[in-house]
């Protein structure tokens, strides 16, 4: 684990990142006091939260093999990717296409940090940039990818940590509405609707405490997103349920929304 000293410059220590947090929930050691005593806050009210972290990360996995695979994407901007871990999107894509191109984009300097040391391989790119700010992500995101052919976009464990007065509606549909037909969104969302009430109430207090508040929403808010959109079966469904490789992890361990939709 890291500590103030051994910040990079920029890293803002003082405020709890949900990138660093993430890495923290997953075992990492790229986050700092205040991401842990945030990510402890949470734990504490909903145990399974780690649990949580890891069936997410392989909901992606899966969701990029099917893209990259019986889908035949070969692009990818993966938004929010994350501190980089085990089974990146480009580890997964290029292990079935090599020549799948993939960008990522965080607003986290630490990100950047470690995408420098980890994407010196063809086909890959960096942008720091703000998923609230989807013009200059598409426009910067161009250099590497061909919006004339299909691309995988992919929101993973991301918009439950935009709340509505920051409009993520209307940013998704900015940035499905440049993919061209034949392209895939891809969507992990927290929700409460498969938690008992009782662990309701305890993440909602220990969330109103965060300086990086979340806004988990409902199955049907969940859908919102996929306006126009076709969902690949099994449409949406806790993240352990779609397409499982073994028996899946049930709620409320897995209290998250996956889905994969094509855009026609």
Known sequence: MRDVEAAPPGIDTSIAHPARRY???LGGTD???VDRAAGDA???AY????TLAVENRRFLRRAVSFLAGAAGVRQFLDIGTGIPTANNTHEVAQALAPDARVVYVDNDPIVLTHARALLRGGGTAYLEADFRTPGVILDRAASTLDFDEPIGLLLVALLHLVRDSDR??????TLVEALPPGSYLVISHGTADLVPEAVRARVAAADATSPTPSQVRSKDEVAGFFAGLELVEPGIVPVSEW???GVPVPPPEASCYGAVARKP
């Open 168 to 173: 993520p509606y209307a940013h998704v549909a």
């Open 47 to 50: 145990p399974s939260i780690r």
């Open 31 to 33: 986050n700092f006091a």
């Open 42 to 44: 949470i734990a504490a």
């Open 243 to 245: 397409r499982p490789e």
């Open 23 to 25: 890495d923290y929930w």
